[in-house]
């Protein structure tokens, strides 16, 4: 595992931001050869999502030839939902970039069939040939995508009811009505993450610092998804300098030593 440390919230969105265009320009992708990148939600991924708009307006990275999956999705709520990831994803990237409409996926909420769904999203990815790189963030518990504590790391994609912990997080985006907010969602798997060839997890802020050390020095374990990061053979955890608060002073040291 990398782990990559910035001074703070700016320099790590821009680190992953010329990561994820170095791996697509690196591809060279073309339409019989995209890039396939997964792709979170939340406030985490805002600041990469600005920088990789900025470097696609600088012409410094095209989307053109790239595919993308989303890791989940609210059930319930309509793509129109102003809350709905669907509608995050059109607003703070997709709409911005020259990203096919075709080429990105994203779990259905309102889907009849919530299971044929979920294993017709597995199908999609395999058959493009898998994920080249997931980009996730993580919840204060360890959660990565919707992966609730006990998330089994062998999971795939499914429905999952989310934590009252989690629905109290989120309903800051919800007019901090906990009401309101969806009780489950659908969302990829422990598993469906881990299957791609490259995986970032980006935890910025003092309120990730518990999980990061979770994930990180203490052994993997279904009650902090985060975890199973430990055992991909290329994983990656940017973080910000307060997210590294509860490591250990030599770890901290160590990472920041090999990656000088
Ligand atoms: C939600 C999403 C996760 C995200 C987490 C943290 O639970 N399903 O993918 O990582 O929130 O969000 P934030 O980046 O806003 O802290």
Redesign the pocket.
Known sequence: MRLIIKDNYDNASLWVAKYIAKKINDFAPTPDKPFVLGL??????LGVYKELIKMYKNGEVSFSNVVTFN??EYVGLSPEHPQSYHYFMWDNFFNHIDIKKENTHILNGLAENIEEECENYEKAIKEIGGIHLFL?????DG????NEPFSSLSSRTRQKT?TTD?IK??SRFFDNDISQVPTT?L?VGVATIMDAKEVII?AT?A??AHAVYMGIEQPMSHKWTISALQAHRHGIIVCDEPATAELETETVKYFKDIEK
């Open positions: 979170p939600t939340g406030s985490t991924p890791m989940d996730g963030g993580i919840g204060e959660h990565i995508a919707f989310l989690t997080v989120n969602a969302t980006m802020g309120k990730k």
